[in-house]
Nanobody, 122 residues
Framework: QLVESGGGLVQAGASLRLSCVAS????????MAWFRQEPGKEREFVGS????????DYADSVKDRFTISRDNRKNTLYLQMNSLKPEDTAVYYC?????????????????WGQGTQVTVSS
């Protein structure tokens, strides 16, 4: 089970940090990622981290603004979002896959959270 938190309504230029707590015995066995989805659109990749965060990957649209990290001792994945833009408005989902390496393909992920809404006003 994955539970996200930290979403909210902010103005453009602000920052937010999303958290995702995983209820698994060994979270280090899972690669994890963040995706987002706007109404009527496909769920899109935001960023990912392999099992020990030595490899991270970001969508071009968020690179240099968002940072993904994880604390395996706390079973938690984070997404630090800086310089937010109105186009970042979406429901953000945490995902995990039973593999060491992450993927940009949402169909590679076995587990999903319920999502947390991020709204950025202009």
């Amino acid at each position: 089970q994955l539970v996200e938190s930290g979403g909210g309504l902010v103005q453009a230029g602000a920052s937010l940090r999303l958290s995702c707590v995983a209820s698994v015995r060994t979270v280090s066995a899972y690669a994890m990622a963040w995706f987002r989805q706007e109404p009527g659109k496909e769920r899109e990749f935001v960023g990912s981290a392999n099992w020990d965060s030595t490899t991270t990957d970001y969508a071009d649209s968020v690179k240099d603004r968002f940072t993904i990290s994880r604390d395996n001792r706390k079973n938690t994945l984070y997404l630090q979002m800086n310089s937010l833009k109105p186009e970042d408005t979406a429901v953000y989902y945490c995902a995990a896959r039973s593999a060491a390496d992450a993927s940009r393909d949402r169909w590679q992920y076995n587990f999903w959270g319920q999502g947390t809404q991020v709204t950025v006003s202009s």
